[in-house]
Structure formats: structure tokens, C-alpha cells
């Protein structure tokens, strides 16, 4: 059986033995020697163990993807080429590196590995054309000592740059590679198919084997639970799993596509999606979560679903036997268990078109601003007819149940009301007593109620004099408040 093999820092590794398991930020420290790669957290909070990998499959235009190392299993390194903050170095400090040392953006230096790696992705990214971009682009990275003024001085200097050398050369003549695997090592396996026949194939003679995408989730059980995955199989190299189509009627979002690129496909288009994605997690962790893992995740707390629930998404769904379709309604049938039949994957998610006489919302309320999980989570679509009768609604809630649910009494109660503040704080009065929710280390109970129906009410007074409110270009809040004016 052929080794795996990848590029790391220009130069080809072979691996015949090692775990598929093993994670990329532990190959690096303990098997290659390249420490500058830092382990923090193990979860992809601090950005510590940040990487750039090149993504240049399935034709699609080449570039470097910051990726968090301690989530990266090695198998799904196949074929592509990584960097470590090693490769920045030649005869002089890279640009990234010189704007650090010239704005003073590192003290201990434990985090600045990680922060020069991923203000290397700014440097070589041609679209960091507002403020809040280079924040997004640097907030999967804490340093507690240095402070991120002079940090986020640096990455505004060198956003865009493309300063020359191995990583443009590399970028400029990237391309794409036969990314199929059957990597087999300690009794355990990797497969990467790249068609559907091989993905239905590896599937039937590994029944119980996992399908992966991204990891962001499943990479926990290894690092956190520790946990041995003796079978994986990844979707993440089938071309038809990342196309995604603007078509007129509404938007189809392959299931491997990574949230970054539907964040800004969507930013415009449906911007509905792009505000919920704002604050999903880092850029490094949307750039290798999908869509696909998130709704295929189960999660009840998950940060896609709500929106797509309130959106009346539909689920392309495919096996070996062929295609169906789902809604999104009857997708969720209990705590993290799904409609997916055995050997079935979902290919697609199909949104239509807002209405445009309809008012929508999407929120997240977490503990934290970024790199939080929710603890509600709610999207809210309100369709208005003559003289402001709702003539319907779709409300998806997450975190209120075990699944994430829609509010069917609430929207049942807002069909035929005219959309008012009475209305309103009726219908917000009802969503608190519509759930049982559950009390964690999150939130309680009582506080799930009274935010879900905060939201109800926040929902009508940001939406009053529009249909939908954009998030400011400073990522203060994912609710727009105006402060009151002064008196003269």
C-alpha cells in the first residue's frame, strides 16, 4: 500500500506508520522537530498551533488557509503542502515577521508563531477591504501578554501585500494533485475517496467507520476525549461536495464547502447567513468547518441549523442507491440523530429566496463575543402582507431543546396578527413557555427562556425601519444598538 505524503515547508514527507489519528500539531513538535508550532489549548481557541495550508483542489482559484495543527489529522494532509513559521525565514525576516518586530507585537512570544502564521494568510489575501476583515482575520489568536494594538498594527501594514518569495512562488504555480487515499497504520484507517462510487464503496466495507470533512468537531474526541477513531472516512476531496451555485431562485451550498467561503459567496446574497457566520468561530476553524459537518453534526447547539430552519432549507441527501430530499423540518429526530440512513451523506442544502416583503434575523448569544458556543442561537424570518398582517413566519431556535427545534406555537400565534410591538411581546411572552430547556454549565433555564424572548422582542425593534440589519463594520455586537440621543 503507497505511504501518504505531503509537502511540508517545500520539501516531501512520506509516512508509512503513523496513527491516522495523529494530529498535525503533534507530527510537528515530536516527529519533524518543528517546535515553532505551539500547543495552547488543543481545541482550536487560542491559535497557538496555527499553519498555512494551500488549498488548490478541484480547480478551485489557489490560497493559503491558516488552519488550526492541533485539529488537522496528518491522512487529511494528503497531497498538499503545509508551512510552518519555520519556512517564513530565508536570509531575512518576512515582511509578517519584520511588521511584528518593527510595532513591537510580541513579548513572551509563545503566541507569535501562530499570530505571525495567521497574519501571513492577510498578507497574501486580496479582499481585507474593511476593518473588521483584519479583526476577523487575527480574533482566532490570543496573546495575554502583548496586547493586540500593536498586533492588529502589524496585520493592517501587511494586509494584501503579497510580498514575494516561496509562499507567492508557491501560490502562483500551485496546483492541484490526485488527493485519493487507503492509508492503513496500527490497525486503523484513513480513506479519502474522490468520486461518489469510492465514497459508497468505503462505506460499505467499513460500516462502522466515521465520515469526516473538516474535523473541527470530531478532531475534539481525539485531543479532548482521547478517544481512538480506528475507521475515517473523508468527504472533503469530492468535487460536487464543493460546488456552490448563486442560481436566481436561491443558493445550493455543497456540503464540503468551508464556511469561509459561504460566508463571503453569502455576504451580499443572503446576508442572513454571513451575520450568524460572523461569529460561528476563527477563521481558521471556517476554513476547515463545512456546512455539511455542522447540520450533519446533530448538535443542538449548533449555529447553522436555526438559520436554516428559518430559511425552509431543503437537504439533498445521496447513497449508493440513489438521490432524495428532506427538509430541514424532518432532518433533526433526536438528540444528535439525523434522517441520514446508513451509507448516505449529504451532498447539498438548498435555500431559497427571502421573500422581499419579509423581515429576518439571525442571532447568536454566547458567553463570549468570538470563538463561543452558543448558548441560544435563533433565526427569524416574518413574511408581511397588506397592512402588516404576518401572513407567515418561520422561527428556528437552538438550545431550548434537544434538537434544534422550530417555534411552532409562536408562529402559529403570529399568522394573521399585525406585526406590532403588542404583537411582539405577545409572541415573545409565548416562545418563553414553549421550550423545556435544559440548565448547564452555560446557561440555566430560566435564562434560556428570557433570552429567547428577548429576541423576539430585539428582533421587531431592529427590524422596525428595515427588513434586515446588517452587522457594523466594527465587531462590537451581534445586535445593532443605537445609543439614545442626547437632549439639546
Same mark, same amino acid.
Given at each position: 500500500m503507497a505511504p501518504?505524503?505531503?509537502?511540508?515547508?517545500?520539501?516531501? *514527507? /512520506?509516512?508509512?506508520?503513523? =496513527? %491516522?489519528?495523529?494530529? @498535525? @500539531?503533534?507530527?510537528?513538535?515530536?516527529?519533524a522537530s518543528l517546535t515553532g508550532t505551539k500547543e495552547g489549548c488543543a481545541e482550536g481557541d487560542c491559535g497557538a498551533c496555527t499553519v498555512l495550508m494551500l488549498d488548490a483542489e478541484q480547480g478551485r482559484a489557489a490560497q493559503l488557509r491558516a488552519v488550526n495543527s492541533c485539529l488537522v489529522l496528518v491522512p487529511m494532509l494528503h497531497g498538499r503542502e503545509v508551512f510552518?513559521?519555520?519556512?517564513?525565514?530565508?536570509?531575512?525576516?518576512? %515582511? *509578517?515577521?519584520?511588521?511584528? *518586530?518593527?510595532? @513591537?507585537?510580541s513579548q513572551c512570544g509563545f503566541c507569535t508563531p501562530g499570530v505571525v502564521m495567521s497574519m501571513t494568510e492577510a498578507a497574501y489575501r486580496s479582499d481585507l477591504d474593511s476593518a473588521w476583515k483584519v479583526d476577523d482575520q487575527m480574533c482566532g489568536n490570543l496573546c495575554r501578554c502583548t496586547g493586540y494594538r500593536p498586533i492588529r498594527e502589524a496585520a493592517t501594514r501587511v494586509a494584501g501585500t503579497r510580498p514575494p518569495g516561496k509562499l507567492l512562488n508557491c @501560490? /502562483?504555480?500551485?496546483? =492541484?494533485?490526485?488527493? =485519493?487515499?487507503?492509508?492503513?497504520?496500527?490497525?486503523?484507517s484513513f480513506t479519502i475517496p474522490t468520486n461518489f462510487t469510492d465514497l459508497f464503496q468505503a462505506l460499505e466495507s467499513q460500516p462502522d467507520a466515521r465520515i469526516v470533512a473538516g474535523a473541527t468537531d470530531l478532531s475534539l474526541e481525539i485531543t479532548k476525549a482521547h478517544r481512538e477513531l480506528p475507521h475515517l472516512v473523508s468527504v472533503e476531496s469530492i468535487p460536487e461536495l464543493h460546488q456552490l451555485e448563486l442560481r436566481e431562485e436561491g443558493v445550493s451550498i455543497g456540503a464540503a464547502v468551508p464556511l469561509t467561503d459561504v460566508e463571503t459567496a453569502l455576504l451580499d446574497r443572503m446576508p442572513m447567513v454571513s451575520r450568524m457566520l460572523r461569529y460561528y468561530g476563527?477563521?481558521?476553524?471556517?476554513?476547515?468547518?463545512?456546512?455539511?459537518?455542522?447540520?450533519?453534526?446533530?448538535?443542538?447547539?449548533? /449555529?447553522?441549523p436555526p438559520v436554516l430552519l428559518a430559511l425552509d432549507a431543503t437537504l439533498h441527501l445521496r447513497s449508493k442507491a440513489g438521490t432524495r430530499t428532506v427538509s430541514i423540518d424532518d432532518f433533526f429526530l433526536g438528540y444528535r440523530q439525523t434522517a441520514l440512513? %446508513?451509507?448516505e451523506v449529504l451532498e447539498a442544502i438548498w435555500i431559497p429566496n427571502i421573500l422581499s416583503s419579509s423581515k429576518s434575523g439571525a442571532y447568536k448569544v454566547s458567553r463570549r463575543r468570538e470563538l463561543?458556543? =452558543?448558548? *441560544?442561537?435563533?433565526?427569524?424570518?416574518?413574511?408581511l402582507g397588506q397592512d402588516s398582517v404576518v401572513t407567515a413566519v418561520r422561527i428556528g431556535v437552538g438550545g431550548v431543546a434537544a434538537t434544534p427545534i422550530r417555534a411552532k406555537q409562536t408562529e402559529d400565534f403570529l399568522v394573521g396578527k399585525v406585526w406590532n410591538e403588542d404583537t411582539s411581546e405577545e409572541a415573545a411572552q409565548i416562545i418563553e413557555q414553549e421550550f423545556s430547556p435544559l440548565s448547564d454549565h452555560r446557561s440555566s433555564e430560566w435564562y434560556r427562556r428570557k433570552v429567547i424572548g428577548n429576541l423576539i422582542r430585539g428582533f421587531y425593534q431592529e427590524t422596525l425601519g428595515t427588513d434586515f440589519v446588517s452587522l457594523p463594520d466594527a465587531p462590537t455586537a451581534t445586535v445593532v444598538l443605537e445609543a439614545p440621543h442626547e437632549q439639546a
Open positions: 501518504l505524503h505531503f509537502f511540508l515547508n517545500g520539501k516531501r *514527507v /512520506d509516512i508509512r506508520d503513523i =496513527s %491516522p489519528n495523529e494530529t @498535525l @500539531l503533534n507530527y510537528l513538535r515530536y516527529e510552518t513559521v519555520e519556512a517564513l525565514r530565508d536570509k531575512e525576516l518576512h %515582511p *509578517v515577521q519584520q511588521a511584528m *518586530v518593527d510595532t @513591537l507585537g @501560490l /502562483d504555480n500551485a496546483k =492541484s494533485c490526485d488527493r =485519493s487515499l487507503n492509508y492503513e497504520a496500527l490497525g486503523e476563527a477563521r481558521q476553524i471556517k476554513h476547515r468547518a463545512t456546512a455539511g459537518g455542522n447540520i450533519c453534526n446533530a448538535s443542538p447547539i449548533g /449555529d447553522l440512513k %446508513p451509507g463561543d458556543i =452558543s448558548a *441560544v442561537a435563533a433565526g427569524i424570518v416574518v413574511q
